[in-house]
């Protein structure tokens, strides 16, 4: 691996040299540790790691490297991923449905937090430790994401005030978490979220342990890079804002942690004039694509290398799968030049990419090739 490294100053001149007929991801830690960096220089709390988004050990070790100790699991297979790759790790488990063995798991990998969205869920959780942490889970009808998180999860204000009362009744610890939706496109659900929070815990007559403001934080899907920073400053104001004592913060940041530590290289199979068939679709890199759109970071290189330049022409985009599903809701501007055999390298794939793809038909994008640090 060291070679191959000397040998790759970036992704063109590697597939130049390899010419790979299978999709290829390339890791580039430096970026993690960038992005990672800023999550924890500028977040006003903790920082964890919302494991779903993407679990690739070596993303996992990149971003416990780069500081983070909390990770947000979901499952028994995740909790023993984290404590494999980084056994300090701090968990918290916030899938709010839970089967009594996978509670036992959670209690066997020494989760800390647990969230919760309804009663009987919480009334199964009587067998913790006393003062364990349960983080209520609030939805609200807020717009602003890319889609909403709310649909599955989530208490309403009511019935999240019953929960948090009923938490200290049995002795736990009472703490607050919401989702405002993946994506993000500005800070305003944070603040309406901050402040239906502060009102849940006025109205239950709770001081909350902490406030869990999710993940949602947004990558540069084509727009331009987002300002990270003014959604970390309105929460720490709404929070100051909308509580006489703000409690302690933390989020769980899933794509916006790690989408930008991993790109994707497609290869073109067939070129038609009004269509493109690439090795890789819907049913594995590209799941997103068909709910979020295509990523807007997109070049191509011929085989050689060399960027294609010169006017755009859309295209209909179709995975290698033989079902008819398997393709792009819109069509795609790429240079009018494609050819067979050329490359496509999108920027910002390390999130739901690779953690979703299922292999379907034989296909989907596994290879992860890793970059040096100069990339
Ligand atoms: C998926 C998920 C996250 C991460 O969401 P992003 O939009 O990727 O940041 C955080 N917390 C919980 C509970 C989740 O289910």
Redesign the pocket.
Known sequence: MGIEQALMPSPEAWLARERPDEPVFFFCPRRLGEVATRFLDGFPGLVSY?V??NPLPELIDGVWRAGVRVF?V?SPAEMALVRAQCPGAVLHY?NPVRSQAEIIAGLEHRCVSW?VDRMRELEKLAALPAGTEIAVRLKLPVAGAAYD?GAKFGAGPADAVALLRRVVEMGLTPSLTF?PG??CRGAAPWERYIHAAAEVALEAGVTLHRLNV????PSDRGEGHPDLETIFATIARSARDAFETPPALVC?????LCAEALMLALRVKAVEADALFVNDGIYGGLAEWRDLGAMGRVRVIDPSGRLRAGPAQARIVFGPTCDSLDRLPEPMPLPATIAEGDFLICEGMG??SRALVTGFNGYGARRVVPMSEAF
């Not at 999710?214 to 934080?217: C, K, L, P, Q």
């Not at 769980?252 to 916006?256: A, D, I, K, L, V």
């Open positions: 919302a779903k988004a947000d979901a916030h969230s998180f989702h993946t994506q999710g993940g949602g934080f769980e940041p899933g794509r916006g999130a739901y």
